[in-house]
């Protein structure tokens, strides 16, 4: 028997950033509606689960997660939401017959009423894809940590050929200047000292006015009491001159850049879709390096792209050791339904994936190792974030993205100058040389 009228709520969100930001958002949502967060360990009479259908791992956690809420002796409202709720739609109840709401990832700002109409034992399904109208129906931002995500630009019209995003989310659309400045200034009054920017392109934001992401930047940096500012995911086509000028002209602006490449290899890249090609990569990084010379570079990679030849694949360790990535996210390719790589002729065998990936996962890993040990013995402003594993530890962000612990007396939400002492893979040591805000 499920909970007919839901008190408390759990938001589970799987993916990239922008499900971390829909999902905040949803539960402010819910709360706005007179919800409250479950407590940690308390069972939740709604739980939403915001998916990820990216890969295919990704997209089938889904159906094991909702197996295991009715299993419980009360099984929740379940409400799928995400990119898998776009993708598969009313396949899910047919799949999942627990499944009480599907809502896309543009129309979750319906969820209130989709969860009235589950109550009521009524289908409660919403995947309309009308762009930015959620932005206009949510809620203000409520108090949360010091590092806060905001989302400028949705949709992709790059179309790679591997991936859902342009299927699951649109058309590249962007949000308005004023609202985004807006919505920043709220996220400072509530707490914020970090904003990230988010995008699935988010180098290609513009405005009607013809102005790019780095107008955005300048204006976030005149906001008092916000002290950094990043940006991701971006697109190699869509860093522009004045985005690059950005890294060097703006100083809350952090010394990191995403830029994924997803292939050293030119054959590839072009199967890909990608529309640039290893050289031009190479050069835009060297533009952004002249512009801020300790930037932090990260990328995402994927191999066992259909037909990637050894000779291909050594390309993008190739690329590996050219760049010098301070950090990386790699995959396997997984064909996704609906996209033309998905029925390409010479899909790799999994072993052959399994191996390429842990060849290109050692390089990328000796990479970051050497990148956070040649920051050893550095000064650096830490923002200080969560708790560390220790009593008295607290865990912050170098400007380079490094995780780094310490001992300290200062409060999460606080910036303070640290000297960095000691680095491992994931993270570093470091201790406090005084405070330089409050
Ligand atoms: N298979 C594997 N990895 C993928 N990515 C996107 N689509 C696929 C796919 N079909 C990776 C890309 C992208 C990141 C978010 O996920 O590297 O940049
Ligand atoms: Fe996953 Fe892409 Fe959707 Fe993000 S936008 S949740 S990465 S499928």
Redesign the pocket.
């Known amino acids: 028997m499920k909970s007919p009228d839901p008190r408390t709520f759990e938001v589970k969100s799987f993916g ?1 950033q922008m499900n971390v930001y829909d999902g905040e958002r949803m539960a402010e949502l819910l709360e706005a509606e007179g919800l409250s967060a479950a407590a940690e360990g308390e069972e939740a009479d709604l739980v939403v689960l915001n998916t990820c259908h ?3 791992r990704a997209a089938e956690k889904v159906y094991s997660d909702i197996g295991r809420l009715m299993k419980r002796d009360q099984a929740p409202m379940i409400a799928v939401a995400g990119c898998v709720a776009q993708a598969e739609g009313a396949e899910i109840p047919r799949r999942a017959p627990g499944v009480d709401i599907v809502v896309g990832p543009q129309a979750y700002h319906n969820l209130p009423e989709l969860v009235r109409q589950a109550a009521r034992g009524e289908r409660a399904f919403d995947t309309a894809m009308p762009p930015l109208s959620k932005f206009g129906a949510l809620p203000a931002r409520r108090k949360q940590g010091p590092s806060a995500f905001l989302t400028v630009q949705e949709g992709c019209d790059k179309f ?1 050929t ?4 342009p299927y699951t989310r649109g058309a590249e659309v962007s949000r308005p200047f004023g609202a985004i400045v807006d919505e920043a200034k709220a996220l400072v009054d509530a707490g914020a000292r970090e904003i990230t920017l988010l995008g699935q392109n988010v180098n290609g934001w513009r405005d009607g006015d013809g102005r790019g992401l780095e107008a955005l930047i300048v204006a976030l940096d005149a906001i008092p009491g916000l002290a950094r500012i990043r940006y991701t ?1 971006s697109h190699p086509n869509d860093m522009t001159e004045g985005l690059i000028r950005a890294h060097a002209e703006v100083e809350k602006l952090m010394p990191y850049l995403h830029l ?1 490449v ?1 292939s050293g290899s030119d054959r590839v890249l072009k199967a890909m879709n990608r529309s640039h090609s290893a050289e031009s990569y190479l050069r835009i990084l060297e533009r952004v390096r002249a512009a801020r010379s300790d930037i932090a570079l990260s990328g ?3 191999v066992g ?1 259909p037909g990637e030849t050894e000779a291909e694949f050594e390309a993008t360790l190739n690329m590996v050791e050219a760049v010098g990535y301070a950090q990386a ?8 339904p609906g ?1 033309p ?2 029925t390409m002729e010479d899909q790799i065998a999994p072993e052959v994936m399994d191996e390429r990936l842990q060849r290109l996962q050692a390089a990328l890993g000796r990479h970051q190792l050497a990148f956070n040990q040649a920051s050893v013995g550095k000064r650096a402003a830490l923002l200080l974030e969560r708790p560390g594993r220790k009593p008295g530890q607290l865990i912050g962000k170098s400007p380079w993205l490094q995780s780094v612990h310490l001992e300290t007396d200062a409060a999460i939400g606080d910036l303070i100058e640290v000297e960095l002492l000691s680095a491992g893979p994931n993270s570093l040591a470091g201790a406090q040389l005084m405070k330089v805000a409050a």
């Open positions: 990239c990216i890969r295919e790679c591997y991936c859902v995003v995911t994924p997803q995402d990679f994927i792209f996210f790699s995959f396997k390719y997984s064909p996704r996209t790589a998905a």
